[in-house]
């Protein structure tokens, strides 16, 4: 019986980085559902990487319903983009040269 050495295979493993969403002013006029529309190819793909990433680090259980966990992540995806606007919005306010679109 002959052994075949098996030659090391190159690590071809890439991170995760969440997508630059689009429709940023859904984003600031809070239109939930119209933003995950407008977004949900980067969505799909974000939340599959993400899935993907936990199996491999054997982090992963499996949901219960996987639609609704689906759900759950748009919606936080939605939220942290809701916050960061929040957050830049109040920043701005400091500054003498901001001008709330939303109240124009």
Request: charged share 35%; net charge negative.
């Amino acid at each position: 019986m002959s052994a075949v050495i098996k030659l090391p295979q190159p690590i071809t493993a890439r991170a995760i980085t969440r997508p630059s969403y689009r429709s940023y002013d859904l984003v600031r006029r809070n239109r939930r559902d119209a933003w995950i529309m407008s977004n949900m190819d980067l969505l799909l793909r974000y939340y599959r990487e993400t899935e993907d990433g936990l199996r491999a680090s054997g982090h992963w259980i499996a949901p219960v319903d996987p639609q609704a966990e689906f759900t759950v992540f748009c919606d936080i995806q939605f939220e942290s983009e809701h916050a960061k606007y929040e957050e830049m919005k109040d920043d701005a306010k400091l500054d003498h040269d901001f001008i709330d679109w939303e109240e124009v």
